[in-house]
Structures are given as C-alpha cells and as structure tokens.
Nanobody, 126 residues
Framework: QVQLVESGGGSVQAGGSVRLSCAASGYVGNRVCMGWFRQAPGKEREAVATIYIGDGSTYYADSVKGRFTISRDNAKKIAVYLQMNSLKPEDTAVYYC??????????????????WGQGTQVTVSS
C-alpha cells in the first residue's frame, strides 16, 4: 500500500510563492505517475501538474503553465514537489498529492490515480 504525505501549504499574498512536498512510502516503482491536484470550495477536483516518474515528462494545466513547476527526487525514496510562483487568489484550494499504481506515460486524467494524500490548504490573498 502506498501512502502519500503532503506538506508545505499555507497562506500567502498574491504574487508570492509556495513549495509543496509529497513523500511516498510503500512500494513506488518507476512506472508510475504522480501528480498534484486541487479542489476549491464548490468546484470539482482538477489536475494541476503531473509527472511520469519513469522519464520525468510532465503535464501542466493551462492555468498554471509558466508559474508552477513539478519535480521529482528519486534519491529520496520517491518525493514529488510543486513549486508555485506568482500565485493568484484563484489558486486558493486544497492541494492533493496522488499516485497511480502503474502508468507508462504522463497523464492528466484523475481516474487512474489510485493513491491520495490527505491534502494541504493553500490560501492566496489579494
């Protein structure tokens, strides 16, 4: 069983930066995808950024391209980070780290992601 633990959320003013971390325990091989998703009040959960651990290829939602960066650190078991810059009030949401059981290329759909962290709140004030 894979367990994911997020950290790094908090409150920041618009234009600021936040870095989220996700540590995975349990077996996580290279042929998996990991990603960051978010859910704002009254809205559906959406993919923010995902990464295929096998080759590091990435996907970004249009709303965060050029501002957010997802990265991996295979040396630390499996850890995934989300660097968020130039934050906007509309980025306010609970951010979740997630992992698939298996994948062979970067994906953006939510349904293949089987394992989820508990979520961390990011609040951006104007």
């Amino acid at each position: 069983q894979v367990q994911l633990v997020e950290s790094g959320g908090g409150s920041v003013q618009a234009g600021g930066s936040v870095r989220l971390s996700c540590a995975a325990s349990g077996y996580v091989g290279n042929r998996v995808c990991m990603g960051w998703f978010r859910q704002a009040p009254g809205k559906e959960r959406e993919a923010v950024a995902t990464i295929y651990i096998g080759d590091g290829s990435t996907y970004y939602a249009d709303s965060v391209k050029g501002r957010f960066t997802i990265s991996r650190d295979n040396a630390k078991k499996i850890a995934v980070y989300l660097q968020m810059n130039s934050l906007k009030p509309e980025d306010t949401a609970v951010y979740y780290c997630a992992s698939t059981r298996w994948c062979d290329r970067v994906i953006s759909a939510i349904s293949p992601f089987n394992y989820w962290g508990q979520g961390t709140q990011v609040t951006v004030s104007s």
